[in-house]
């Protein structure tokens, strides 16, 4: 009789233990990822002119993350005096919109903010928001390409990796003239099915 027993008595005790490991009832709402923490983002220099010639069309996101990658990308961009940034804390963000047409009368995504947060151990979101500005036509538009170059250089205090999330702001129409807003509802860039980027994309992060 007691071999028939002990199986039954180890399942019991196996039980016991297993169902003591947990001391309080498991909550899914519990959040696994702590919040993001912002992190402070200055802008150097800004213009639409760059110094010398660009020798590619599209857009660019690159990240110095010492003196000379610095050098060599500011000197390409601009010649006014600008103190070093300080690498020993934070990292320098170029952002170069590509040929963009400033006619009026033309489609365009304008940079309207930049913001940047850590959201791992290690990682640093570099948030970027457009304006996504879609012209009506009228009468007084016409052909004039004027061709800009947009571009901006941002100090971003942290020294972790750098990730890119680029949004829709928000849609703005109007005619010549007419700067009214519209939509301003929040997408994601990689979402946003009526968006269509021309522009060639360039990421050196690190």
Known sequence: MPRFLTPLVFSCVLLTACGGARQEPFDPSD????????????TLVSGTEP???????????EVAVN????YHLIDG????PIDDPDFSR???VLYDAGLVDDNICAHKLILRSVEAQTITEGVVEVILEYENYQPQTGPACDDEVIEVRPFEFFYVQSRDEVVFNERIQGVRTGTPGNDDDDDSEEDDLEDDEDF???TDFQSLAR
């Open 31 to 42: 959040p696994e990822e702590p919040e993001p923490t912002p992190v402070p983002v200055t």
């Open 77 to 80: 961009y601009t010649d006014q």
């Open 67 to 70: 003196l000379d990658d610095y």
């Open 90 to 92: 934070g990292q320098v």
């Open 196 to 198: 269509e980027d021309d």
């Open 51 to 61: 110094l010398l010639l660009m020798e590619f069309a599209g857009k660019r996101l």
